[in-house]
Structure formats: structure tokens, C-alpha cells
């Protein structure tokens, strides 16, 4: 046939809008009147060993084909499908006839490998050397790209693409009648386009469409006329146009290539909303797949769903609410002059009549209905790289289902299955496949709880797919990677994160790598801040085999070495630092007092060598002058807390900054370092020397100085708790003497008193009865009141 033209007679082409499902009624009418002997689709030819699972009951869309390339799997195209797709309604025809189906578009080999040319600059640019003149299309400005339907709604006086076409297909009975006749007007307004606009500024298209009619012309010459062809409708007049086979194969001459894979993944009604592999992302696709799915009253069914969705969130929505909404959309499109009500006459209604106006229960009518968290199903027999079966397997031994929707799973790592999940999750984490995201735990504080927030992405079919390079199974994968970027790692820090996560996720392979590395860096960086930061993560990791049953031996000599390098180079560091690089160390200092707490009795603790040594260095910050306020503050307060300093010390150590020889902005520094952060508001509550001093030195801060130190202490007593600033506020209030703490204050303030109240002492018994349980020997819990420490 070369050199031939495609005779007039051609196939039966039906041009129609990706995810329209008017569209796909239509399709399914016209497949029913024209009984073809082939189906072909738009899409990638590999996928066509793939059309068979389409038929299992294991396939449920949305779902999509995940074409990567063999060599680099992060390159990856998608090609989504939903149910009412008209590509999926054609598939599922020929599938239930016994019908050839086969995808016709240009093979995502060349897609994929011209999708990389272009990034890196050296592949064509749409539109070079003039290709849709060669193709006999129209001149038009390759720079300048059209929406087919946006430029036909706006011809026809509409400024709302989506709008139109529910007016001219959706709400004409599409599928019913003439089952052409849609097809007939859509390729008419096509051409027109296409005669004016040539490409439309998509380039490219001119070459899938040359790869298109040389699959027609094989398939004619295999089924002579019981051809049908369904593709977008923008590309049904090139399809029409008659061209020659030499003609057509100039234009895929020289394409480049790339090696590729290609499989079904479960797809989202919310990925569906965003732009996908046909570039055609619609914004209601709840909406669609009601529409499609609704066999008649579509307006008054949605809206039922919209008020079952309402009253499940405790709204008060009555059946008299949802005929009042139905009778208000009719009203709203006789107004608009639109044939049927469509989604925005819906959400108007649902606003005005079960929203009562208000936008906070419309978006989540949005969010769960217009667009919605379907995710769609596909067999566990579909192509897949090995490390993705693993994962499969263990997500399905774990029963771990995906889902579109975000869910809280909370786990207790005393159970094998919950903590073989969180090993699971935290290996994925170290592969950058973020199904789950570690959350505040609701249940306890405890190591032995994690909390985790899982949404399936289909994203993440990619992420697996790229993991796959660094093995077969995801246990050898994160092993494997937690090496590679521990030797990678830039700084300090990123290598304890790292032995952190090894331990998390059950690494043992990967923790002799991350040591010595970790080890190597420890020894070698003289940054003070960088070594406080890394001691926390290092420190979780000791614990985290208390309960997780790892061995940390490895982490202990580390660990220790660390806290000392801290302990030597730390006063040095404080010295002479400006107020910002003051609050930063502050943090380091919280951070590395928080972490020798967590140590406690473990080996790496010394038999508490450390927490001494720690407390040394305090003592040297607090009472050095060259130390800026916020650290000497801090330290005397983290003495304090841990006993080893007496209160009338303490007393003494501000008396002595807040005498009048000190200047206010470094008072205020050293209140900040002393009172700020958790607990300092009790110190002040229950504590009335402190407060006192306070309360003098504040009230003698000169005019002139007190607008300096505000911002300073407004941020120290606004990060307090509510309850705590009334009992400040109330203090004050009562002025000097009022404190009402000590023995042998004024007994009649409320709240406070001389001596203990054992009847009010008394009431709190039942209840801790009910929080602890009864004793081991059965007595009542009443009778050990005389224990009970108050």
C-alpha cells in the first residue's frame, strides 16, 4: 500500500472527550448499532497484551497504564482510565463480544525517550521544521496552544468549557437516538477547528496521528470495513484526512527510543482531577462518574447523596431540605437557560438550602462527593518488578489495605503483626515511598505506640518501581539504600537520622555501614552545634531496642563519644554569641539535656557519669558573664528541675541578674532563658521568692527601657497555657502578700490554705480507685489514703 491514499470509505470513527461520560454512552450505543469486527483505542500499543486483565473481576477502575522506562523507572507516563471513560467503555465492549481491542497512539517507547531528549535540550521542539504543513494542516502559530472545547464554548457565548459541554451532551441524552449523531456533530466542529487552527500548538500530535492511520490501515487490511476507532475527538479530522504511507512514515522517521515497561495500576477519582497522561485532568470526576452511573433523576439522586453525606456529619438535613434544593436547581437553569440542571446550578442549591449559606460544609461536599476518594483495584497477576510483588505480598500478609482516602492507623509495637507494619512503613520511608506519615500519637507517649497517617498515592507505583534498582525484596532495597546514603550523607546529623531510621525500619545489615560512617564524622566535625544536634536521634535510637528488640550495642560507644565531645566544646561555643546564634544554641542545649534524660540507666549512660558530667557543664554556663543571658537563665533553670540546685540558690542567682546594675534587655534575657519554654510558668505560680523578684524587677524597669524588653517577655508569657496566665493574671492582682503558698500565709484567699483539706483530699480517691484498679491484696484503695502522697 505504500505510496497509496486511504480510500473514502473509511473506518467508523467516534471522536470523544477523555473521562466525558456522555461520551461514553454514546460509545456504547454506537458499538451496539455497528457490531465491529476490531476496536481500536487510543493508547499505548505495549499495553495490548495487557487488554485480557481488563476482563477479571480483580480490575476495578479508576485505574491506569503505568508506562516507565527499563533503564531509569522514575521516567513514567500515566494513561488514566475511570468507568465512565469511553476508551474503558469501548475496552470493556470488545472484551464482552469477543472482539479484537488494540491501542493505536504512538508507543510510549518513543514517548517516553522524546519526553527525555526535550528536557535535556537536544530533542525536536514541537512544531521545528513545520510538520502540519507537511501534514497539510493549517498555518497556525505553533507557540500558540487552544483548548478545542474551551474555543468552542466561547463561540457558542459560554465563558465555562465544562458548562457547555453538559449543555450540548451530557443533558441532550447522549447515547440515546441517533447513535452517531453526536459523533457526527463533534467531528464537524473538530474540522472546523482544525481547518483554522491547524495542531492547536500540539505539535506532537501531528506525529501520534501519523502512527495512527498507519494502525488503521493494518487493521483494515486485516478486517476491511468492521474497523471502529475511538480517540479524541480533536484528532478525528487528521484521521479523516487522506494521506499516503510514505507521507505519514517520514513523520515517525528517526523518533528516538527507550526501552519500556509497561502495566495496570490502581488509579484515584482525585488523581483523576489533576492532568494526566491524555491531558485531559477534569474537576469534578464524582460528579462524571455519577452522571454516568445514575440511570435517570440524576439532579434529585445527587442530591440525596449530597444530604446522606450532611446528616452522617451531624448536620441537620431533612427530606424537605433536599426537595426544596431540587425545585431550587430547576429554578436556577430555567434562569440560566440551561436545558437540565448541571453541578453548578447542584452546589448552588446545596449552599443556599442545606449549607444555609455557608462554604465550610460545601467544601467538604467537594472534597468527598464532586471529587471524591475512589481508588480502583487491579490483579495481583499484572506485570510488576520484584520488588513491588514483595511489597504486595507483605501488604497483604500484613492486611494493609491501600486507600485513597487518609486514615490513622495506631499501632502497638508489643503485637508482632503491628510491629512487622511499622517495619514495613518505615522501610518504605527510607525508599521514598511515603504511603504512611508518622503522626502525634493519641493513645500514649510511650515507645512502644506509633501513630501513622496512610494514603495511597498512584504515584507511588513509581516510587516502587524506581526502588526496584536497589533490590528484589524491600528489606534488601532499604538495606541497600540506607548505605548508599549514609556514605552520601553531608552532615552529622543526616547520618544519625540515618542509623535512627536503620533501627526503626529493622536494618541490621545496613547499621555496620551507617556506624563506622557515623563514627568517622563524629571524630572529624568540631562544630559544637552540629555534634548537640546529632546526640538526640542518636540517643532515640538507644532506646527504640528496648522495645523494637534490636541490638544498639553498636550505638553505645558512639553515643557516649559524642556527649563528651559536647561536654568539652560547649561552654567555649557559648561565649560572646549575639541573640539569635543565643537562641539557637538554647535549642541545642534543651536538646541535649532532653536526650541524656532518655538515656537513663543504659550502658551508654556510664552508671551516670554522664548526667554528672552534663551537670558540670551547666554549673560553668550559668555562672559565667560572658555567657549571653538566655543560656546562664537556662542553665540554672535545668539545674533546678533536676535537684541539683536549691531553690534559695536559685533565688539568690536572680536576685543577683535582676539587681539594678544589670541592663534590662539582659535581665530580660536570663528571665526568658530561666521561665520560658515548659514549666516555667508553674515555677512562677508555685514558687512566691521568684515571683516576687519578678514582679519588683519588672516594675522598676525605667520607661525608656521597658519598651526594649516588651517584645522579649510577651513572647516568654504568651507561650504559657492559658490556665497558667489566669493564675499569673490573678497573682498580680492581689498585689504583695497575696501569693498565699508558704506556711503561714493568709488562709483566705480561695485555692489556698495553711494545712491539707482531707474531706477534699478524700473525693479524688474514687476516682484514682477507678484509674489504677484495686490493690494486689483486694483492700480498698480507700483505706491506703494515709499513702497516698498530696
Known amino acids: 500500500m505504500n505510496g497509496r491514499e486511504v480510500p473514502e470509505a473509511g473506518p467508523l470513527l467516534l471522536g470523544v472527550r477523555h473521562h466525558g461520560p456522555g461520551s461514553a454512552r454514546a460509545v456504547r450505543a454506537a458499538l451496539d448499532g455497528a457490531r465491529p469486527r476490531v476496536v481500536l483505542i487510543e493508547g499505548p500499543p505495549e499495553a495490548d497484551p495487557l487488554i485480557p486483565l481488563a476482563a477479571g473481576e480483580d480490575m476495578r477502575p479508576p485505574v491506569a497504564l503505568l508506562a516507565h522506562a ?39 517507547t518513543h ?119 475511538v480517540c479524541g475527538a480533536w484528532h478525528v479530522p487528521a484521521l479523516r484526512h487522506r494521506t499516503t504511507v510514505a507521507e505519514d512514515r517520514a513523520l515517525l522517521k528517526g523518533l528516538p527510543r527507550v526501552r519500556t515497561d509497561m502495566t495496570w495500576v490502581p488509579w484515584t477519582h482525585r488523581r483523576l482531577s489533576r492532568v494526566g497522561g491524555y491531558g485531559a485532568g477534569i474537576a469534578s470526576p464524582g460528579w462524571y462518574a455519577h452522571l454516568f452511573d445514575a440511570p435517570d433523576r440524576p439532579v434529585e439522586r445527587w442530591l440525596t447523596k449530597v444530604a446522606r453525606l450532611l446528616r452522617a456529619e451531624d448536620r441537620t438535613v431533612s427530606p424537605g431540605h433536599v426537595i426544596e434544593a431540587v425545585r431550587l436547581a430547576d429554578t436556577l437553569a430555567a434562569l440560566r437557560g440551561r436545558p437540565l440542571p448541571g453541578l453548578g446550578e447542584a452546589t448552588d442549591a446545596v449552599r443556599a438550602v442545606m449549607c444555609e449559606g455557608s462554604d465550610v460544609p460545601l467544601a467538604l461536599v467537594h472534597d468527598r462527593l464532586v471529587v471524591g476518594d475512589v481508588l480502583g483495584e487491579v490483579p495481583p497477576t499484572v506485570p510488576a518488578v520484584p520488588l513491588q510483588r514483595d511489597l504486595e505480598r507483605t501488604r497483604r500478609r500484613l ?91 553531608r552532615g552529622l546529623a543526616d547520618v544519625t537520622g540515618l542509623a535512627e531510621h536503620c533501627l526503626l525500619a529493622a536494618l541490621p545489615g545496613a547499621l555496620p555501614t551507617v556506624m563506622r560512617v557515623l563514627a568517622d564524622r563524629a571524630a572529624l566535625d568540631p562544630d559544637v552545634a552540629r555534634l548537640a544536634q546529632a546526640l538526640p536521634a542518636l540517643v532515640r535510637s538507644l532506646r527504640y531496642g528496648d522495645v523494637r528488640g534490636t541490638d544498639t550495642a553498636a550505638l553505645t560507644d558512639v553515643a557516649a563519644g559524642l556527649a563528651e565531645r ?45 548526667r554528672e558530667r552534663w551537670r558540670s557543664v551547666l554549673r560553668k554556663l550559668s555562672a559565667r558573664d560572658t555567657v549571653p543571658g538566655v543560656l546562664r537563665g537556662r542553665a540554672v533553670r535545668l539545674l533546678l528541675d533536676e535537684g541539683q540546685l536549691a531553690q534559695d540558690e536559685a533565688a539568690r542567682l536572680m536576685g543577683l541578674v ?77 498585689g504583695p502578700g497575696g501569693h498565699g503558698r508558704t506556711a503561714g500565709a493568709s488562709a483566705g484567699a480561695p485555692g489556698f490554705g495553711p494545712g491539707l483539706d482531707d474531706e477534699r483530699a478524700d473525693a479524688v480517691l474514687p476516682v484514682l480507685r477507678l484509674l489504677l484498679g484495686p490493690d494486689g491484696d483486694g483492700e480498698d484503695a480507700r483505706a491506703e489514703r494515709s499513702e497516698v502522697p498530696r
Open 399 to 489: 492486611r494493609l489495605k491501600p486507600e485513597a482516602a487518609e486514615r490513622e492507623l495506631d499501632l502497638d509495637l508489643r503485637k508482632d503483626t503491628d510491629a512487622e507494619r511499622s517495619r514495613l512503613l518505615h522501610r518504605l520511608r527510607l525508599l521514598d515511598i511515603p504511603w504512611g506519615r508518622p503522626a502525634a500519637s493519641r493513645g500514649g507517649t510511650g515507645t512502644f505506640r506509633e501513630t501513622w497517617r496512610l494514603r495511597w498515592e498512584p504515584e507511588l507505583a513509581v516510587r516502587a518501581a524506581e526502588a526496584g534498582v536497589w533490590g528484589t525484596t524491600v528489606l534488601a532495597a532499604a538495606t541497600a539504600k540506607a548505605e548508599a546514603d549514609a556514605i552520601a550523607a
Open 70 to 108: 527499563v533503564d531509569e523507572p522514575g521516567r513514567s507516563a500515566f494513561w488514566p482510565l475511570a468507568a465512565f471513560s469511553p476508551e474503558w467503555v469501548a475496552l470493556q465492549w470488545a472484551l464482552e463480544h469477543g472482539v479484537p481491542a488494540r491501542f493505536i497512539d504512538l508507543p510510549a
Open 566 to 610: 559536647v561536654f568539652v566544646g560547649l561552654p567555649p561555643a557559648c561565649v560572646s554569641l549575639d541573640a539569635e546564634a543565643a537562641e539557637d544554641m538554647r535549642g541545642h542545649v534543651d536538646a541535649v539535656h532532653g536526650a541524656l534524660g532518655l538515656l537513663g540507666d543504659t550502658p551508654a549512660a556510664g552508671d551516670g557519669r554522664l
Open 658 to 734: 535582676l539587681s539594678p546594675g544589670t541592663p534590662p534587655a539582659h535581665a530580660a534575657a536570663w528571665i526568658d532563658g530561666f521561665v520560658g519554654g515548659p514549666g516555667g510558668g508553674l515555677l512562677l505560680v508555685h514558687d512566691e521568692r521568684l515571683f516576687g523578684l519578678v514582679d519588683r524587677w519588672l516594675t522598676a524597669v525605667p520607661a525608656e527601657a521597658f519598651t526594649d524588653v516588651l517584645p522579649l517577655l510577651r513572647r516568654t508569657f504568651a507561650a504559657y497555657e492559658p490556665g497558667v496566665r489566669r493564675t499569673l493574671g490573678e497573682l498580680v492582682r492581689r
Open 111 to 229: 514517548t517516553l525517550a522524546w519526553d527525555r531528549e526535550e528536557e535535556e535540550g537536544e530533542g525536536r521542539a514541537e512544531g521545528e521544521d513545520g510538520p502540519e504543513q507537511d501534514a497539510g494542516s493549517g498555518a497556525a502559530d505553533e507557540d500558540m496552544r487552544i483548548d478545542p472545547l474551551g474555543v468552542l464554548a466561547e463561540t457558542a457565548g459560554y465563558d465555562d468549557a465544562e458548562r457547555w459541554w453538559e449543555d450540548v451532551v451530557e443533558h441532550r441524552g447522549a447515547g440515546k437516538g441517533d447513535a452517531l449523531a453526536p459523533f457526527t456533530a463533534l467531528e464537524e466542529a473538530m474540522t472546523a477547528l482544525r481547518e483554522e487552527y491547524g495542531s492547536g500548538g500540539h505539535g506532537r500530535d501531528l506525529i501520534r496521528e501519523a502512527h495512527m492511520r498507519l494502525r488503521i490501515r493494518d487493521a483494515r487490511r486485516e478486517f476491511e470495513d468492521g474497523v471502529a476507532v
